[in-house]
């Protein structure tokens, strides 16, 4: 994986987690891929595609209390024949500063444009 990848995707993992902590919607949609798709960690529900995943995050910045999740990368993998890695690490989701519920992730990255966009999560929830 060339360095230039795995920095491009551990800063846009960082803007994802950063809107996610400011209930930025508009700042979400970029980088998500058109047709991507979240399997959730708890009830394993499918969200398919761009509009859907944002509206599940509208409904989740309007909750109250309102649960905060961060994504940390531990490793990404880069494909060396296609624009595309996998990151692997761990998320929590917080309310007040406590935190609620855990576990680990994989995300599929492609590059489009010169920009890495998710096309793909998969959440585990271990606590």
Request: proline fraction near 5%; charge should be neutral; charged fraction near 20%.
């Amino acid at each position: 994986m060339t360095p230039t990848a795995d920095l491009a995707i551990r800063l846009a993992r960082a803007s994802f987690n950063r809107a996610l902590a400011e209930a930025d919607l508009a700042a979400v949609g970029p980088l998500l891929a058109m047709d991507v798709v979240m399997v959730t960690g708890t009830d394993s529900a499918v969200i398919a595609g761009r509009k859907a995943q944002l509206m599940a995050w509208k409904r989740e910045f309007a909750a109250k209390p309102r649960m905060i999740y961060t994504r940390t990368p531990e490793t990404i993998v880069a494909s060396p024949v296609e624009p595309i890695a996998m990151e692997h690490g761990v998320w929590q989701g917080v309310v007040h500063g406590a935190a609620q519920a855990s576990g680990s992730y994989s995300a599929k990255w492609r590059e489009v444009d010169g920009a890495w966009v998710i096309e793909a999560e998969i959440y585990l929830t271990l606590a």
